[in-house]
């Protein structure tokens, strides 16, 4: 999560009751994720201090551009799906079983959808829900990608490494790109397409990642669908081209 939330909902009133709501939260799942990271791992570094910084900056996302009076079910879900890719952060420096990856990663991933899903049926959609899910959804293909790296590389012969990164990190590079070429920074619409191949992502992710994944599945999955990450960034890319001002 390496941008801020979006400010544009900014109101008169700050949400105290969200923002202290969220911070008793986050307190809790900063306890499960230690413990959790403690039992896995031996240590609790890594993934409590990622979900430190997911919180922090969910609490300047919700003073600042927050709209509603309740955190609401659907937040609580995203916060939890934080939290699991927050254990699953410890895998990248310290290996163990691909089933735990596999089971952080399937949770993770599943509950992708129902915090959207909630938020409508609630009334609670906002762009910080939205921007909270989506950096999420970043944040899980890169620990993934991180995790499964060099396990990946040695099955495939390190073939698969390069489209292994570029499905981790495009989004990121992306970003960084937008910091020195300002015409990336425009909004673009929301696209079914840009949520399908997000999809595709990180299924191929923790596909090739399934301990019992034949391993010649292993390079063509993860370049096809590392090839349709790039189409999708290439369409952006040219409608912020067309578009900038």
Same mark, same amino acid.
């Given at each position: ?38 039992? +896995? !791992? =031996?240590?609790? /570094?890594?993934?409590? *201090?990622?979900?430190?910084?997911? &919180? $922090?900056?969910? #609490?300047?996302? @919700? ?63 906002? +762009? !910080? =829900?939205?921007? /909270?899910?989506?950096? *999420?959804?970043?944040?899980?293909? &890169? $620990?993934?990608? #991180?995790?499964? @790296? ?96």
């Amino acid at each position: 999560m390496l941008s801020s939330f979006p400010q544009s909902e900014v109101g008169l009133w700050k949400p105290a009751r969200v923002v202290q709501a969220f911070a008793v939260l986050a307190l809790g799942f900063l306890i499960i994720v230690g413990l959790s990271a403690e039992a +896995l !791992f =031996g240590t609790v /570094f890594i993934s409590s *201090i990622l979900f430190t910084i997911i &919180a $922090v900056i969910c #609490l300047r996302g @919700l003073v600042l551009g927050y709209p509603h009076k309740v955190f609401g079910a659907c937040n609580v879900i995203t916060t939890a799906r934080a939290a699991l890719v927050s254990v699953l952060a410890g895998a990248i420096t310290t290996p163990i079983s691909p089933w735990i990856v596999f089971g952080l990663a399937i949770s993770a991933f599943a509950l992708d959808g129902l915090d959207g899903w909630l938020a409508r049926r609630a009334g609670l959609t906002s +762009l !910080f =829900g939205a921007r /909270f899910d989506m950096e *999420i959804d970043a944040l899980l293909a &890169a $620990v993934l990608a #991180l995790a499964l @790296l060099s396990e990946l590389s040695e099955l495939s012969g390190g073939t698969a490494g390069p489209a292994i990164l570029v499905l981790g990190f495009t989004r990121y590079a992306f970003v960084l790109a937008g910091m020195v070429w300002r015409g990336l920074k425009g909004a673009l619409p929301s696209s079914i397409r840009r949520k399908a191949i997000c999809c595709v992502q990180i299924s191929a992710l923790i596909i090739v990642g399934f301990p019992l994944t034949p391993e010649l599945l292993i390079q063509p999955v993860s370049f096809l669908a590392a090839g349709a990450l790039l189409w999708s960034f290439v369409i952006d890319i040219a409608f912020l081209v067309r578009h900038r001002s």
